[in-house]
């Protein structure tokens, strides 16, 4: 429903009547559809943050791979390729999300392949033992379902859509994970001792998916009017912090940061110093496993070439035999 009729002319404060009127449906909680109306900016940053999140379903299968076929029984091996699957599932949907707004799915990933697209930090940094496996999935599926829960009442339909069916997997795989954790914390000195490393090594990268600080953030004022996001991302990263902290104690580990601590009269934890120039570097595509990854990727895209050329011929046949019996 619309809410409102504005005047269709005049413009006031850089602002047009269309777009004042756009505002307004945003302000009065409506969902914004494919085919509507929306200003150029809307569009281009709804495309940037859902193919960027595309990509990191995709890339972000990589680290855990690479632990299929080291998981330690048959039941690990089981739920961590579910889980790996699921990844690949949210990336398709995600692109499809995209795909309304006008943009089509082979642009999207040539621009990643050439490197003029971005993907989440995190899936830069190796996954050194079994315990990574534990941390990823209570860490970064913890850390992204924070991110992800305020998307799905974000103002743009599909995408909140999406967002629905994706944080319920990601919720599994946050369960998985912490029960990985709760056996190695609770298991022999050498578990307890994996996972305690695993934690020292993700701990900071994990603060960082948030991205930047809001300072320094250059789309977070804007995104949060156009309520593409909710929260911003210091926001979201103390909500972590309050949330992940208790956790830790739980399982026994110790948070590799000494400036942590309750503050009571805040009634939130303080944290010390992120490493930003860490962060910039990483995204600049410095890190770790950065050039692995993009390898990767483009290997497989090399590979799947023709189970690409396949689709396109076969539904090419079904298109003329339908033609042809019509
Ligand atoms: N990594 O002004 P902002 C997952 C870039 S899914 C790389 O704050 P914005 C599931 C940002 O793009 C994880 N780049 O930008 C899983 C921008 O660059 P640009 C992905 C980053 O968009 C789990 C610049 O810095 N989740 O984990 C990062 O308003 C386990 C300035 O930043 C999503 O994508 C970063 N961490 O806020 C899979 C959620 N942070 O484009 C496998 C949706 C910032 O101007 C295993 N996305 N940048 O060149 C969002 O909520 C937002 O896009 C933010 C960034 C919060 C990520």
């Not at 940094?125 to 496996?133: G, I, N, S, V």
């Not at 590799?256 to 570097?281: C, V």
Request: glycine share 8%; with cysteine; proline share 4%.
């Amino acid at each position: 429903m619309y809410t409102q009729m504005v005047e269709v002319v005049g413009e006031q404060n850089g602002e047009t009547a269309q777009e004042r009127h756009f505002q307004a449906r945003i302000d009065a909680g409506e969902t914004i559809e494919a085919k509507d109306w929306m200003p150029e900016g809307y569009r281009k940053t709804l495309i940037r943050q859902i193919s960027q999140h595309a990509h990191s379903e995709i890339v972000g299968q990589l680290p855990e791979a690479n632990w299929i076929t080291r998981a330690p029984t048959l039941r690990r091996k089981a739920i961590l390729l579910a889980k790996v699957q699921d990844e690949a599932g949210h990336g398709l949907y995600l692109y499809g999300a995209a795909e309304t707004l006008g943009v089509s799915r082979s642009q999207l990933v040539d621009d990643l392949l050439a490197g003029k697209a971005k993907y989440s930090s995190i899936f830069n940094y190796p996954t050194l033992t079994w315990a990574d496996m534990g941390t990823i999935g209570w860490l970064v599926d913890g850390a992204a379902i924070m991110n992800q829960i305020p998307l799905c009442r974000c103002s743009y339909g599909p995408y909140a859509r999406a967002m629905i069916r994706i944080c319920k997997e990601e919720s599994f795989h946050q369960r998985q994970g912490f029960e990985i954790m709760t056996i190695l914390s609770h298991g022999t000195s050498a578990q307890r001792a994996m996972a305690q490393d695993a934690l020292n090594r993700w701990w900071w990268p994990s603060l960082m998916m948030f991205g930047p600080p809001d300072a320094e953030s250059p789309h977070t004022a804007q995104s949060k009017r156009w309520k593409i996001k909710l929260l911003t991302n210091d926001e979201l990263r103390q909500r972590f912090i309050d949330q992940t902290a208790p956790q830790a104690d739980y399982l026994g580990l110790k948070i590799p940061d000494p400036a942590l601590r309750w503050n009571a009269s805040a009634g939130h934890y303080d944290f010390g110093q992120i490493d930003w120039a860490e962060f910039y570097n990483v995204i600049k595509g410095n890190g770790p496993c950065n050039r692995d990854r993009m390898r990767a990727r483009r290997a497989a895209h090399d590979d799947g070439a023709w189970v690409r050329a396949a689709a396109i011929e076969y539904a090419q046949k079904r298109k003329a035999e339908e033609a042809s019996a019509a």
